[in-house]
């Protein structure tokens, strides 16, 4: 009788239409977080463009906060929308962006008004502070008080505010598209059974 050759069959070395549907699933998964993170960066883009241009065409003027006397109300780096507001409206508990002599502008908190001849005057008072400033000024100083106010939104507008972060920002989008492109084309891994179709219809012809 014959012997017969042992028939060897190595575990591993194709791979079944379960693993080419699990590779097809993480294709598909990395396109969606491609595609997530793109949306972020538009998303990003387009608050600093209405932050830095939209908004000051309404009245409402954008600063960049570059001191940590407001937290955690205003955290340092932070973006404030100010609206225009008239001195007699002013109140304690309003937060307000003053430009004093020789351009000095902040933000603080008004915890006192004061009527003097002439008008009136505000004591304000950093959160962060365990004082209120050392004199008060006149509420025809106030620039606005705040509407709202954007976290880390200054570090953004600085970002872009210069052309290296603009290509930086536009180079990252370029790139994140290009690569959701060759995520979705049609060369997604085939399952072995369509590998098997083709094969025969190559030999067939």
Do not use: C
Not at 1 to 27: D, Q, V
Not at 44 to 57: M, Q
Not at 153 to 163: D, I, K, M, N, Q
Not at 174 to 200: D, N
């Amino acid at each position: 009788m014959p012997n017969k050759r042992p028939i060897i069959r190595s575990a591993g070395l194709h791979r079944g239409p379960r693993s080419a549907e699990t590779r097809i699933a993480a294709f598909r998964f990395a396109a969606l977080a491609l595609d997530t993170l793109l949306l972020g960066v538009i998303g990003t883009a387009v608050l600093s463009f209405g932050l830095a241009r939209v908004l000051p065409l309404t009245g409402h003027e954008t600063l960049v906060i570059a001191g940590g006397s407001m937290e955690p109300s205003i955290p340092l780096g932070a973006a404030v929308v100010l609206e225009r507001a008239d001195a007699g409206s002013i109140g304690p508990g309003d937060m307000v962006t003053i430009r004093g002599p020789g351009n000095a502008v902040y933000t603080h908190r008004v915890t006192r008004t004061v009527e003097r001849e002439g008008g009136l005057w505000l004591e304000t008072k950093g959160d962060a502070n365990a004082e209120p400033d050392p004199v008060i000024v006149p509420a025809n100083w106030v620039v606005g008080r705040v509407a709202w106010a954007v976290p880390f939104g200054g570090y953004l507008l600085r970002f872009l505010a210069v052309p290296s972060g603009m290509l930086a920002m536009l180079f990252l989008a370029v790139t994140l598209i290009v690569a959701i492109a060759l995520l979705e084309a049609p060369s997604a891994p085939r399952s072995r059974k369509t590998r098997i179709r083709t094969r025969q219809a190559s030999r067939a012809i």
